[in-house]
């Protein structure tokens, strides 16, 4: 039972470069939702999804794209990363958006931007 | 609109002494009250959750009961263990069109041999 995984890890990217952050979880999750965790500033939500082809901007989608293809996965697109996207990034899905229904978080992917 | 506010931390402990975490919270209508730990490197993991007013969540020895009257949900656990030290998030989620889970600052509690 993976739950929900994300790669790759660890990421160094240069001021400009382009990638994706990979999210998927195997446990037919309705909701699924990417954060950002920065010292201090605790987790700040950039975008979340409630099913495939929906998508919804969270506090902090400046600079990010995500798209929902199928329930499983849920990819976040760095367009041009500059410094500031220096960061811990967290995938997290629950089953429903209910309110009793926690997040299932990824371990994550530590991200520098030089 | 919704907000977890959670005390400053770190917290600093020495083994088997007790501990407590405050979390307070502002929402309309009954949400669903939760405290998530994250160790090194980790991502968060649900540590335990209440419902409804009065009751209380419970796991691996740490509790919180949801006081509605005064808009609490403290974590508590009678004997802390250095294994404990981790940072502790308490959030909360509504139902309906406010469904984003909101977040507390987190916690960082440090347990001392």
């Known amino acids: 039972n993976a739950g929900v995984t994300q790669t790759p890890k660890f990421q160094v990217l240069k001021t400009g470069q382009s990638m994706t952050l990979q999210c998927a979880q195997d446990?037919?999750?309705?909701?699924m939702s990417w954060y950002r965790q920065d010292p201090g500033m605790g987790l700040r939500l950039i975008h979340y999804?409630?099913?495939?082809?929906?998508?919804d901007q969270g506090e902090v989608p400046n600079g990010y794209n995500v798209s929902r293809s199928t329930t499983e996965d849920f990819p976040l697109r760095l367009l041009s990363a500059a410094p500031s996207q220096t960061s811990v990034y967290f995938c997290?899905?629950?089953?429903?958006?209910?309110?009793?229904?926690?997040?299932?978080f990824g371990n994550g992917t530590r991200l520098t931007v030089t | 609109g919704n907000s977890v506010t959670q005390m400053e931390g770190p917290v600093t402990l020495s083994e088997e002494a007790f501990l407590t975490i405050n979390c307070t919270y502002t929402?309309?209508?009954?949400?669903?009250l939760f405290w998530y730990v994250q160790y090194p490197g980790e991502g968060l993991q649900l540590l335990l959750k209440?419902?409804?007013?009065?009751d209380k969540g419970s796991n691996k020895g740490f509790e919180a009961t949801y006081r509605k009257e005064t808009t609490s949900f403290h974590l508590e656990k009678g004997s802390v263990q250095v294994s404990d030290s981790a940072v502790y998030f308490c959030?909360?989620?509504?139902?309906?069109?406010?469904?984003?889970?909101?977040f507390g600052r987190g916690t960082s509690l440090i347990v001392h041999p």
């Open positions: 997290a899905s629950s089953s429903s958006t209910g309110a009793s229904a926690p997040l299932h």
């Open positions: 446990m037919n999750h309705e909701y």
């Open positions: 999804s409630v099913g495939a082809g929906i998508t």
């Open positions: 929402a309309t209508g009954y949400p669903s």
């Open positions: 209440a419902t409804k007013a009065d």
């Open positions: 959030a909360l989620r509504r139902s309906g069109g406010s469904y984003i889970p909101t």
